[in-house]
């Protein structure tokens, strides 16, 4: 298949009239979308992806008022729109009308990318755009061109060339079908944000604290976020102390805040490899990168990534989930 690699709004819109399926970026990761009315296009998806059936796919949406059109908006859901829309939030709502993807559930995730041009190109489709992120099933999602590209060229209708994510982790997911709401998975935008608009939301506890998550969306119980690398989740001592015993291993990667104020250890860490070796300063950084790590390491044939865990603070929620989910699937 001839795959459009592409900028043209309009082009790109055609070709989701026609029943195609193009990926997009947003502002967290890639998304491979179709029309959320074509029930076939967005079939494609999943074998595209390999992607169970029964795990349901975000609408992507360019206005709020185009979700009240489809769905029961709460007042509270609209507050929480008007404060994080467009933005890396995703509601679960109850579904009003029943010909959007997927058809036998009876609520829909909606969420509003951020960058302007994709939203106009959502409007010029006449439809929102459902879409999983652009990834194998399993694995990590995609945040780089390049990396998009590779996977989908000849494979999808079209790819569309605007500003690469710059969020690095996929959006938040609140259930808002029954109350109280439950945060179903973690993102940027974070629990106790969330609480200022209803104190009652359930957070599930492996969500704020190292441990084994649990699975509540259909998402959630499958492998998840994984590189074909082994993934080891440590805290700042073992990270250096593994550092010190297998840090010269050339199969070995390195992802975290470690050394970075150590300026004699800092410039062992990165002359030894830098493609292997990631230091950086933030949660925020560490998942913008975290991704594209992850598959920069399995193009180099890495045996184990080493991550440490995220600093305390603004950006762990989601950040810890994904390393936890990539480590468990070892
Ligand atoms: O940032 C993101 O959310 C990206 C970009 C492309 O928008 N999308 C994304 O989609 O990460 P996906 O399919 O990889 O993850 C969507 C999550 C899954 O865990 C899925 O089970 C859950 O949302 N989900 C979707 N519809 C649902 C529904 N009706 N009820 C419960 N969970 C739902
Ligand atoms: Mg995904």
Redesign the pocket.
Known sequence: MKTQISSDVRLLADLIRKGGVVVFP?E????IGASSYNEEACKRIYQIKGRPSD????A?FSSIEEIKSVCEVSEVAERLLCEFAPG?L?L?LPKKNPNIFPKE?S???V?I?KNPIVRDWIKTCDSPIS????NLSGRP?LTRMTDVVRYFDGIVDGIFVTDEPSLGI??T?V?M?EDPPVL??P?SIESNELKRFFPNLLVPNSFLVEGKTVPL????KYKHYAPKANVKLLSPDAFSSEWNRYGTDSKTAWIGFSYANEEKLESTFTKTNPTRVKIVSSNFEYSTELYAFFESCDQMGIDTIHCETPKEGEGKEGLLNRLQKASEAN
Not at 28 to 31: A, C, E, K, N, P
């Open positions: 947003t967290t990761v890639y998304g795990n349901p796919l975000i992507h890396p995703t679960v559930l609520t829909l995730a969420r990318p879409a999983p992120s652009a999602s996929e959006s997911v259930g079908f179903l998975r993102g969306s259909p998402g959630m």
